[in-house]
């Protein structure tokens, strides 16, 4: 048989079923679903993985088509949805006639994604990939050796798999990017320590628990290489000053520091055409830390956007409005400053080495979910009623009834368990705070964190872009 | 009756009631008689009438066979799934053949039909003459067949008398036997026990039922013997057994009939009901006269034990020393299964556990399966509930068919205790039957709706497994719309109430149903489905009372029907929309620079509807920027259309169109600092760097000079840069010496203001080779602010 794959699924399947498993189960070829003709095989099964999605169907469907006009109805077709089936794909296959060419319409219900053991994501939308893998520059991964030159570098894009299976990974991960590198070199002590460690092991005994453990360590010392060279790749970023100076402004807003008036890097930002995402991040970060913005400063930036990266962005900008991350003050009295003190979502005194609050995560500001995740925890929602007036949306407590025989006794000592679902989108940072409560000794409380998609501030703004193409000239 | 002549009545597997018509109509009729649905056997049968008619069981279901009065075979294979095959004719039969029988064989059905003294195979497509061995060569006319339940055996009675019996595929003979009866037996059929080594068949003529095995001895009973009592006979080793089921008295003038069972033959007359079988090895070995079988002398031990004697353990000695104890309460416990007297079953058990006591290890599953079965297979056979199953038929029909069974007769509560004594998950037994009884309770026309309702709910509750959508179907089924809505108000999953209440057309309460699922596939299949019914004003009308299902719509139109989308806003007088949406079709539908300054100008005027003058203002600055660009571009190499402002106003810095850039720049009221900004960016980016030197005199630069120091130096250009630091305010003065490569005039910059961090960060970019004096002098300039 043969799967044609929807591009936006093999990054997710990836993760449960490996090419080599298929093969073992005797799919033969595996192809990207795009319009036209599937490649020629020789297989009498083929099976459609996709994404419940109209524009597919019609893909699919033009593929049956040329399979039928050039081979006559000598193969059987398959779709496979995931993670549902939908009556309206099923109807719009109905529609073009197609319904009776497809032998089998199955589900495969992957509703939540399993990316650690104590993060599940739904994936709702594409970008799979990113996250899951990291892409290297292969240079940075030669090994290296002194006196060898002309030594080919590898040329493939160097693929890691991150998650807490990989003891490191697990250790920095979470980490503030400014508290990495101690870890990293406190480690490679360690490490060359206990390599030389075979110099002391002097009885056999020794010496044979020495060799028991030495491919622990020899992957450990790999894994050492990989991670110091990927924070040296951050590092080039984060000790960049375009990074300092955009963090800058970003922390100021969060304290609440000139908010209300035209912000000269972000203008100067525009004037040097930096990338739009930059811009909209920023403007609306001090839309929110101001509670709108005034009116002739919102036209200003909103102008300046326009004429800069092109006017096709009022769709983009209307988008942001609508979902109130852009706005117009409409009282003169702003709130955040009063959110901001009571949720103690800014803190001065951070410290990014050894955190001693969700804080550390952005160098001073605390996510507002995990604030409010936190909160609920202990003391409650009831001691915060008025600030919760305050954010923008409704808020609300609802208490499940179980059937009796859902109840559940915790065991003595075991942690009460709770799960966070981020609907929208979750960012590693929130993931890293939520982390971080779950190891605060006094908690008692472990977060399971699920969400519709991992995002960060980037994907999130690209994901409200309205994309024009313009069509002529 | 009124609907024809019926040939032929039977059950099916299922337990319905066939009748088979002469015209080929086939009726079913379910346990209570009531009528179920009807199929046909075919044209050719309903010309050529229904002559004989059988009914056959296969693995797959129950089958039916049809003989024409054209004597031509018509057969269907399974009921259920209706699929009819003629077999083909028969050489020379001219009348009906004599008896003819169904055989399944290699997943084939086929019949065995006499014509006098010929006998035939036939199957799907040929008939095959077949002659059994060893029945000698007198000429002889067959005049009955029998068929063995599971198809391996045949037996042929002959007008001589004789019994033939062998194999099925007529090619082994195991005996013949000569019965001395020249008329034909009324009925015949095979009686057999699973592995039996004895098989028997058995015929009933008028008066008189004959056993006929592998032996030269036949066992005659009349009638009125065999109704005196529970009967064991010896015959060539072999016991036979009449179990009285129901009620057993046999009239001399009663006619009797035969039902082969898979371990034996049911006798039914019109007040009786008996079972004949041959006695199972563990029993003959316990109850045989005189019998010294490890099972008989446990049963004895234990008899003994009772009464406190100790010749039980003489028995139990006897049975050790031969080391057949373990044979003796595995006896025990097989020979319990197939008696059907509580105290005897109770008596043989004992004996075993008994005998267990005596065994280190015996494991105790085969006891209490037992155990449990009996108790299932007595509580059946009480006569109110009349399933006289023997223990082989019942692990035949397995413990599930058996509660199907029971759900047929609508043994709900028996059905229940069954499922929770045998530990069957809710799943399903409990919650499946429960279900089955709410699907009857629906039926029920006398009872008002509410009081079903709740008396199904107070019953079910939140049972795993349980689905009131089900429930309501049933209830729809019936005719019984409001009491289907009424159940599936019960029903938690939202995505199960849609479909059915959208086919008893309540799409309102469906899409609001749909949309408390949250399911959005469900939610679109509503919309479609309303779509297609309604007009598109009640339609939409429909959808301005369900915000969730109207943005879920637009998103759909949005992507498949611009055009709808377009007149959702309409009817919502949602301009800001409107304009959007005259934004996007300027993009994507117009091909023309009129067609775009139209869509925009559409645009314009909605976006000035709703009130938002930035977006109107913007959009005509837009309409303008089209303009000059097109008239731009007619005098330029470069295409400007599509370009941004900033983009086109750079573009024509980079021709070095600076006039009319710079009447862009005051067209479109750019701001000073971003003019400055492009025009530096692009004179560097040409390196013109006369111009730009030019520029930063033309007057005061509203960004500073930082950035000419910056672009300067990212064009490689340090020489050009060094011109500029001196412009640059005290603040970054420090910054721009140090970016130029200035080392010496960046300490100065910063002793001047005293500033130590800045000394610090020159420290920085010192090497100690080259830079020693530069050091030293950093080095004082510090102590002097510390000093200070």
């Known amino acids: 048989m043969a799967i044609v794959w929807d591009e936006h699924l093999t990054g997710p399947f990836g993760l449960i079923a490996q090419y080599s498993l298929l093969k073992e189960h005797e799919v033969d070829k595996m192809f990207t679903l795009k319009e036209g003709r599937i490649p020629p095989a020789d297989v009498k099964n083929i099976i459609f993985f996709v994404r419940p999605r109209l524009e597919l169907m019609d893909i699919i469907a033009d593929n049956i088509r040329c399979e039928d006009r050039l081979h006559g109805p000598h193969r059987d077709f398959h779709i496979l949805f995931l993670p549902r089936r939908s009556l309206l794909c099923e109807q719009r296959l109905k529609e073009q006639g197609l319904l009776v060419h497809i032998t089998h319409i199955e589900e495969y219900s992957l509703d939540l994604i399993p990316f650690d053991s104590d993060l599940m994501s739904m994936e709702s939308e594409s970008a799979f990939r990113v996250i899951a893998n990291v892409k290297l520059p292969p240079e940075k991964f030669a090994p290296k050796k002194q006196n060898e030159t002309g030594r080919d570098l590898p040329t493939e894009p160097k693929k890691l798999q991150l998650n807490s299976a990989e003891e490191l990974y697990a250790e920095i991960r979470d980490k503030n990017f400014n508290a990495v590198g101690s870890v990293l070199s406190k480690k490679a002590k360690f490490i060359s320590a206990a390599f030389e460690g075979r110099h002391n092991a002097k009885t056999v005994g020794e010496i044979k628990q020495f060799v028991s453990q030495l491919p622990h360590m020899q992957a450990a010392r790999t894994s050492l290489a990989n991670h110091t060279s990927i924070a040296e790749l951050i590092k080039d970023i984060t000790a960049s000053e375009t990074f300092f100076d955009n963090l800058t402004v970003e922390q100021e807003f969060m304290s609440g520091i000139d908010t209300d008036k035209v912000n000269s890097y972000i203008e100067d930002s525009i004037a040097q055409k930096e990338p739009l995402i930059k811009i909209l991040r920023l403007v609306c970060m001090q839309s929110v830390c101001n509670n709108g913005l005034k009116q002739k400063v919102l036209d200003y930036y909103k102008r300046e956007i326009l004429q800069t990266y092109g006017y096709e962005h009022i769709l983009t900008l209307n988008n942001l409005e609508k979902a109130g991350l852009l706005k117009p003050q409409t009282s003169t009295r702003n709130n955040y400053p009063t959110i901001r003190k009571t949720l103690r979502l800014w803190m001065d005194d951070i410290n990014e080495q050894n955190p001693n609050d969700i804080s550390y995560v952005y160098s001073g500001y605390a996510p507002l979910s995990v604030r409010l995740t936190q909160l609920l925890a202990r003391p409650g929602w009831r001691s915060i009623e008025e600030v919760l007036k305050m954010l923008p949306g409704p808020h609300f407590e609802e208490r499940q009834q179980l059937p009796s025989g859902l109840h559940k006794k915790r065991q003595q000592g075991e942690n009460r368990v709770t799960l966070v679902f981020f609907l929208g989108g979750v960012t590693y940072a929130e993931i890293a705070a939520l982390r971080f409560l779950s190891q605060m000794e006094e908690g008692g409380t472990e977060y399971i964190i699920a969400t519709t998609k991992l995002i960060n501030g980037t994907s999130w703004i690209k994901s409200m872009m309205d994309k024009l193409e313009p069509s002529l000239f | ?788």
């Open chain 2, 1 to 788: 009756w009124k609907s024809g002549i019926v040939v032929h009545i039977g059950w099916t597997t299922r337990e319905d009631l066939l009748f088979i018509q002469d015209d080929g109509t086939v009726l079913i009729h379910d346990i209570f008689g009531t009528f179920k649905r009807h199929f046909s056997m075919g044209n050719e049968v309903l010309q050529n009438r229904v002559m004989e008619a059988k009914i056959f069981f296969t693995p797959y279901g129950s089958g039916v066979a049809i003989l024409t009065g054209a004597f031509r075979f018509t057969l269907a294979t399974n009921i259920d799934d209706l699929k009819l095959r003629r077999f083909p004719e028969v050489p020379g039969l001219q009348h009906p053949p004599t008896c003819w029988a169904v055989l399944v064989q290699d997943r084939q059905t086929k019949i065995v039909l006499a014509n006098g003294k010929d006998l035939f195979i036939l199957d799907n497509a040929s008939c095959r003459a077949v002659t059994p061995p060893g029945l000698g060569p007198q000429a002889c006319t067959f005049t009955q067949i029998a068929i063995s339940f599971n198809y391996k055996r045949l037996a042929l009675f002959t007008d001589t008398g004789n019994i033939w019996m062998g194999s099925s595929s007529l090619k082994d003979k195991l005996c013949v036997v000569d019965t001395n009866l020249q008329t034909p037996p009324k009925q015949f059929v095979w009686c057999n026990r699973p592995k039996s080594n004895n098989p028997s068949v058995v015929g009933i003529w008028d008066k008189l039922l004959l056993i006929a095995g592998n032996s030269k001895e036949t066992i005659k009973y009349p009638y009125a013997v065999t109704a005196k009592a529970v009967m064991a006979l010896l015959c060539s080793q072999v016991k036979w057994h009449l179990e009285r089921l129901i009620k057993s008295r046999f009239y001399q003038d009663e006619d009797v009939h035969l039902v082969p069972e898979v371990d034996g033959v049911r006798i039914i007359s019109s007040s009786s009901h008996e079972f004949l079988h041959e006695v199972p090895p563990a029993c003959q070995d316990i109850f045989r006269i005189a019998s010294m079988a490890p099972g008989a002398l446990l049963l004895e031990a234990h008899k003994e034990y009772e009464k406190e004697s100790q010749k039980s353990d003489e028995y139990l000695r006897e049975i050790k020393e031969q080391n057949l104890l373990f044979e003796a309460v595995e006896q025990c416990i097989e020979a319990a299964g197939n008696e059907y007297e509580p105290e005897m079953q109770k008596s043989l058990l004992r004996a075993a556990s008994f005998g267990k006591c005596f065994i280190s290890n015996f494991p105790p599953d085969t006891f209490v399966k037992m155990a449990r079965d009996l108790r299932v297979l007595n509580a059946i056979r009480d006569y109110t509930i009349g399933i006289p199953l023997s223990y082989p038929q019942y692990k035949q029909l397995t413990i599930e068919v058996l509660i199907d069974r029971l759900v047929l007769r609508r043994l709900y509560p028996l059905a229940i205790n069954i499922c929770k004594y045998m530990k069957i998950s809710e799943f399903q037994g409990a919650s499946r039957i429960l279900a089955h009884w709410a699907c009857y309770k629906v039926q029920q026309k006398e009872e008002p709706d509410d009081n079903i309702a709740r008396a199904i709910n107070n019953k079910l509750g939140d049972t795993p497994g349980i689905s009131y959508s089900e429930i309501a179907a049933k209830a729809y089924e019936c005719g019984r719309t409001e009491l289907a809505i009424k159940l599936l108000e019960y029903e938690p999953r939202s995505g199960e109430q849609v479909p059915l209440l959208l086919k008893m057309k309540r799409s309102q309460l469906a899409l609001l149903k749909a949309i408390e699922s949250g399911d959005t596939d469900l939610v679109y299949t509503v919309v479609t489905y309303l779509k297609n019914e309604m007009n598109r004003g009640d339609f939409f009308m429909t959808l301005q009372n369900q915000p969730v299902a109207l943005s879920l719509y637009r998103q759909f139109c949005k992507h498949q029907e611009p055009e709808t989308l377009k007149d959702l806003f309409n009817q919502d007088d949602n301009h800001q929309e409107l304009g959007n949406f005259y934004v996007r079709s300027s993009y994507s539908n117009e091909t023309t620079i009129e067609g775009r300054v139209a869509a925009l100008q559409n645009a314009v005027d909605e976006y000035n509807k709703a009130k938002n003058e930035f977006a109107a203002k913007i959009t005509e600055e837009q309409i303008k920027l089209v303009r000059c660009q097109f008239r731009l571009q007619k005098e330029s190499a470069k295409t400007l259309l599509d370009l941004p402002l900033h983009e086109t106003v750079s573009t024509l810095l980079l021709e070095s169109k600076h006039k009319q850039a710079e009447q862009l720049y005051k067209d479109f009221k750019i701001p000073d600092k971003r003019f400055w900004w492009l025009k530096i960016t692009a004179l560097a980016k040409k390196e013109d760097w006369e111009e730009l030197e030019r520029f930063s005199k033309s007057k005061k630069s509203p960004i500073g000079y930082m950035p000419f120091v910056e672009i300067c130096v990212k064009h490689h250009n340090k020489y050009e840069a060094k011109k500029y630091v001196a412009k640059v305010s005290p603040e970054q003065k420090v910054k721009g010496y140090i970016m130029v490569g200035d080392l010496e005039q960046a300490v100065e910059a910063a002793t001047e203001r005293k500033n130590e961090s800045e000394l610090n960060t020159i420290l920085s970019k010192c090497t100690p080779a080259t830079d020693q004096l530069i050091i030293e002098k950093i080095n004082r300039a510090k102590t002097q602010i510390l000093k200070k």
